[in-house]
């Protein structure tokens, strides 16, 4: 298998105390955070790609940039979905949505580079030793 533009992927959570604005420190409301919508398209890019990689790879979030235009309350699932829309040798971009069953709560672009896991971990423990 071999990684092509419009590959899909998607990931799903439901809308707990544990990721509400409030808990996460986003801000004061008991609706799904901003960031927890961020995570959970990262998490479905990342899902795209994982069956076409190496064994010995990975990919990292590199840049993200959202629109959240709708809340979400507690008890609600939100789904999100990312499609790659651009491969530039180890750069991947993707397209990325998330719904909560009544609506659009999120679009946007987000980037990701494939990286060698083992080499990736080496380095930024490194730092520990500086």
Known sequence: MELEVGITGSAQVLVSEANTAKTMGSGSLDVFATP???????????????????????????????????????????????????????RLVFTVEAFDGKAKIGEGQHERFIINAQKFIARANSKLNE
């Open 36 to 90: 927890a919508m961020i995570a959970l398209m990262e998490k479905a890019a990342s899902l795209a790609v994982q069956n076409y990689i190496d064994e010995d790879s990975s990919t990292v979030g590199t840049m993200i940039n959202i629109k959240h235009i709708a809340a979400t309350p507690v008890g609600m699932n939100v789904t999100a979905r990312a499609e790659l829309a651009e491969i530039d040798g180890k």
